[in-house]
């Protein structure tokens, strides 16, 4: 798992250079810069083939606008092995919350209610959402440094943003792991 998230930060950071060099030599203008947006199932409409307007140039790409942050972490239902997440998203210009993902495969989490999702520079959105344990094995003991991938939109682009909410989220997430598989052990240093 450690070997896959490594990769994948490699090949973007590759990916965000090589297009970065593309503009910075001037070989792509802004409106045909790649989207850094993710395929694949999810909600959402695809990508956008209209060439963004003056305005819209001039409006920060979502990513950028966008601070989400971790709230909190309930325990839903042990039964069924459900938890529910509480994000706190503020924007810079109006963008959307199209999608919310993680990196575990063990792990079901999706955006709750009703999507997509809109954040204001008016004040604070709360983003709900909604995960379940669909595999007790393949469950860290500790989650380290766990992320969220989140797909934003705005008027100039689409984007995938990953979000890494930091030791509360990643605490919180190791105490949901070992209540609902029944690993009630103390984290240790020397778990995986």
Same mark, same amino acid.
Request: charged content about 20%; aromatic content about 4%.
């Given at each position: #798992?450690?070997?896959? /998230?490594?990769?994948?930060? *490699?090949? $973007? ?10 503009? &910075? &030599?001037?070989?792509? +203008?802004?409106?045909?810069?790649? %989207? ?13 083939? !209209?060439?963004? %307007?003056?305005?819209?140039? /001039? #409006?920060?790409? @979502? ?14 239902? /042990? ?6 997440? =509480? #994000? ?5 210009? @109006?963008? +959307? ?14 955006? *709750? ?6 954040? %204001? ?9 909604? *995960?379940?344990? +669909?595999? $007790? ?8 440094? @766990?992320?969220?991938?989140? +797909?934003?939109?705005?008027?100039? !682009?689409?984007?995938?943003? %990953?979000?890494?909410?930091? =030791? ?12 609902? $598989?029944?690993?009630?052990?103390? !984290? ?5």
């Amino acid at each position: #798992m450690r070997t896959r /998230r490594v990769a994948a930060v *490699a090949v $973007c950071l590759v990916v965000l250079a090589g297009g970065g060099y593309a503009l &910075a &030599a001037g070989q792509l +203008t802004p409106e045909r810069a790649p %989207s850094t947006s993710r395929s694949g199932p999810g909600p959402g409409p695809g990508p956008d083939t !209209a060439l963004p %307007s003056a305005a819209s140039r /001039r #409006m920060p790409y @979502p990513a950028q606008a966008a601070h989400i942050t971790f709230g909190r972490l309930a325990v839903s239902d /042990r039964s069924r092995r459900t938890f529910t997440v =509480e #994000m706190r998203a503020t924007a810079t210009v @109006p963008l +959307t919350v199209l999608d919310v993902g993680q990196g575990y495969d063990a792990v079901d989490l999706r955006l *709750a209610g009703r999507q997509p999702l809109t954040v %204001s520079p008016d004040g604070p959105r709360t983003l709900l959402l909604k *995960a379940r344990v +669909t595999n $007790c094995d393949r469950v860290p003991l500790r989650a380290r440094s @766990p992320f969220l991938n989140v +797909t934003l939109r705005n008027s100039r !682009a689409r984007q995938e943003l %990953s979000v890494i909410p930091g =030791e509360r989220y990643a605490d919180a997430l190791t105490h949901a792991f070992r209540t609902l $598989c029944g690993r009630d052990t103390p !984290a240790s240093p020397s778990d995986p």
